[in-house]
């Protein structure tokens, strides 16, 4: 216990979770402030798409999140013992667990049920791609893939009868089904990108190498 409580601690002081948090604040103030403003983007349609700031505001949320795994010492983590290991999917799951309820309470507030739960399964999505981001090409890179869902998401929101596509999760209904399962589908994902470690990779690869 004392050694895993250790590595906490380590983990605490190499990662800057104050700056995580001030990340944060910023953005759940700039949510409650702004949340409405619609943002203008070109449309595959012609003109432009206005989607609500809101909406995009998990992704946001999410970036910080994982991207607090990121440090100095990346390199040096990869290869960590197992008590590091946990630490750091601990506090993954930690600051994920607070992001969601700063969410959850910011637009408690402000919104009803469906947009809650709206934003919170884009808080999801939005998690795994960053996850699976930031195995492929480092932490601190763990915005690209959330970044990329933007386009699609905004220029191909609409399909040719002008309703929303099923896998618009920004703007499908709360609880849609399909939205629910990219969610589902983008944490296993995310998670098992966080598994493979490289040392774990170099370990498969040399059982595959055997076996041939």
């Known amino acids: 216990m004392l050694d895993l409580r250790g590595s906490w601690i380590r983990y605490l002081r190499a990662h800057r979770f104050r700056g995580i948090a001030v990340g944060w604040a910023v953005v759940i103030a700039c949510d409650v402030a702004l949340g409405s403003t619609r943002l203008d983007f070109p449309f595959s349609g012609g003109g432009s798409s206005a989607t609500p700031l809101r909406h995009e505001i998990p992704l946001a949320l999410a970036v910080i999140a994982v991207g607090g795994l990121g440090s100095a010492m990346d390199s040096l983590e990869e290869a960590a013992a197992n008590g590091?290991?946990?630490a750091e999917v601990s506090c993954l799951v930690g600051a994920v667990s607070v992001?969601?309820?700063?969410?959850?309470?910011?637009?408690?507030?402000?919104?009803?049920m469906g947009t809650v739960l709206l934003v919170l399964r884009g808080l999801l999505i939005w998690v795994g791609l960053a996850l699976l981001s930031g195995r492929?090409?480092?932490?601190?890179?763990?915005?690209?893939?959330?970044l990329v869902t933007l386009f699609p998401l905004t220029y191909w929101q609409v399909d040719?009868?002008?309703?929303?596509r099923w896998w618009d999760w920004t703007?499908?209904?709360?609880?849609?089904?399909?939205?629910?399962?990219?969610?589902?589908?983008?944490?296993?994902?995310?998670?098992?990108?966080m598994a493979l470690t490289p040392w774990r990779v170099n370990r498969l690869?040399?059982?595959?190498?055997?076996n041939r």
């Open 205 to 210: 690869r040399r059982a595959f190498q055997r």
């Open 84 to 86: 590091f290991r946990r």
């Open 99 to 112: 992001a969601a309820v700063l969410l959850i309470a910011a637009e408690a507030f402000v919104s009803p």
């Open 136 to 146: 492929v090409w480092g932490w601190r890179l763990s915005w690209i893939l959330p």
């Open 171 to 193: 703007d499908q209904p709360g609880y849609s089904l399909p939205s629910w399962g990219i969610a589902i589908g983008s944490l296993l994902v995310g998670g098992g990108a």
């Open 160 to 164: 040719g009868l002008g309703r929303f």
